[in-house]
DNA sequence: CAATAAAACGGACCGAGGTCCGCTTAAAGG
DNA sequence: CCTTTAAGCGGACCTCGGTCCGTTTTATTG
C-alpha cells in the first residue's frame, strides 16, 4: 500500500527525476545535522530543485519525512501481512501481536527522532496510511483471537496502537530513561490484557 | 498547583491586568472566529497590547491556549483530588478510575476544537503540568486497587492516559462517528481489563 | 520624594512553512 | 516531426510564530 497515493498514476519523467533527487539529498541531511535542522528551502536547494517542487510532491513537511520512512513501514508491512512468523501468518495471533509491538518499538526507537518529526498533526495523525495499515491489522489479529461479544475491537486496538506512539516511546525512553525491555514487557501485559474475554468486575 | 508556573512570584500590577485583558480578547476571538484562525498578533491587537507581551505572558500558542483551559481543569483538578464521590475520594479506586474517564471523556468532547488546538507539540505532551497531575492520579488509583506485584502501574496508567488523549477523541467521535457512549464503554472495559492482576497467558 | 533596579512593554525583525501563477517541458496523437 | 495539452517547475510572495533590544513603567529603599 503506498504512503503518499494509494491509485499512483506513474509519474513524468523529470517529475520521478526530482523525487528521487529530494528524497536522497532530504536523507543526507537529515543523517547529517539532524531532523530538526531540516528546511523544505534546504532540501530543494540541495536536490538544485525549486521550493516549490517539493511542496508539489510531498505536500508538506510531514509528507516528506514520512516518505523517508517510506521503505522501512513497506518492509514492515509486507513482513507481518505474508512475512515469516511469527510476525506474518503461521503463528497464533496472540503470538502475532506480541511480535508486532516488539517490532515496532524497536523499530520506532532506532530511527525516533525522524519518527517524532514524522508525526503529523493532530487531525491527521489517525488517517495517515501507515497507521491505518498497522491499525487494520491489529484489528484483524484481534478478531481472530475470538473476543467475547462484548468486546470494541477497534477501541481494544486504538488502545494498543495508542500505546506504540512514538511520541510516548519517547518520553519513556528520554525523559524517562526507561530501558527497552521496560517498555516491551509492558506491551507484553498490554495484549495479554486485552486478547482475553472482558474479565468479571 | 497551577498550570504556568509551580512558584508563582506575584506579577506587577500592569502585567497582571494586561494577562487578564489577553485571556479576555483571546477567548473572545476563539468564540467568534474558532480557534484555527487565532492567531498571536490578533490577540495582542485585540487586547491593545504589543506582540512580544503575549509571548513574555504565555510563552507560546499553545501556552495560551492551555491558559485559556486553566480554569476547567483546575476545578477538575479539585473534584478529583477532593471533592466528591465517586470522582473524589470515598469512593473504591476502580469507581474512581470509572468516573474519572468518563469525566475527561465528556469534558473534552465539549471543547474538542480548543483541546486539540492546545496539545503542545511531540516533546511536551507528557510533560505539560495538567497531563502529569492527572496521569499521577491515575497512577496512585490504580497502586491502590492492590495490582500484582508483575504490573507496571506507571505504564498501564501511560496505556489509559493514551485512551483519553484528545486526538484520538476527536478522530472516533468526528472522523468516525462514534456516539459518546460507546467511547465511554471502551473506557469501562480497559479500566476492568487493567486493575486486574495479569492474566494467565 | 528621589534614586535605582528589576520587570514589563512594544513593535521591528527574522525564519520557515506553504501558496500562487506565469513559464517550461515531457509525452501522446495525428 | 509538429501540435497540443496537461503535468511539472521555480521562486517571489504571504502569513504567522517566535525573538530581540531599546524604551517605559512599576516597586522598593533611603
Redesign the pocket.
Known amino acids: 500500500m503506498q504512503l503518499t497515493a494509494p491509485e499512483a498514476a506513474p ?5 520521478a ?2 523525487r528521487a533527487r529530494l528524497l536522497e539529498a532530504a536523507a543526507r541531511l537529515v543523517e547529517e545535522q539532524g531532523v530538526a535542522r ?4 534546504g532540501v530543494a536547494c540541495a536536490a538544485a ?5 517539493v ?3 510531498f505536500g ?3 509528507g516528506l519525512l514520512m516518505a523517508l520512512l517510506d521503505h522501512t513501514e513497506q518492509r514492515f508491512q509486507a513482513a507481518f501481512i505474508s512475512g515469516p512468523a511469527p510476525l506474518g501468518p503461521g503463528a497464533s495471533p496472540v503470538e502475532r501481536l506480541h511480535a508486532f509491538g516488539c517490532h515496532v518499538l524497536r523499530q520506532t526507537s532506532e530511527r525516533l527522532d525522524l519518527y517524532l518529526a514524522a508525526e503529523p498533526e493532530v487531525t491527521r495523525r489517525f488517517t495517515a496510511a501507515p497507521y491505518r495499515v498497522r491499525f487494520m491489522h491489529v484489528c484483524m489479529l484481534l478478531r481472530q483471537t475470538g473476543p467475547g461479544p462484548d468486546t470494541d475491537v477497534e477501541l481494544v486496538a486504538q488502545t494498543l496502537m495508542g500505546y506504540l506512539d512514538p511520541a510516548l516511546i519517547g518520553h519513556l525512553t528520554r525523559q524517562r530513561g526507561m530501558p527497552p525491555e521496560r517498555l516491551e514487557a509492558g506491551w507484553h501485559d498490554l495484549v495479554d490484557r486485552s486478547v482475553g474475554p472482558r474479565p468479571a468486575v
Chains 1, 2 share one sequence.
Open positions: 509519474l513524468r519523467a523529470d517529475a527525476r526530482n531540516l528546511t523544505m528551502e530543485v525549486g521550493k516549490g517542487t511542496f508539489r510532491r508538506d513537511r510531514t
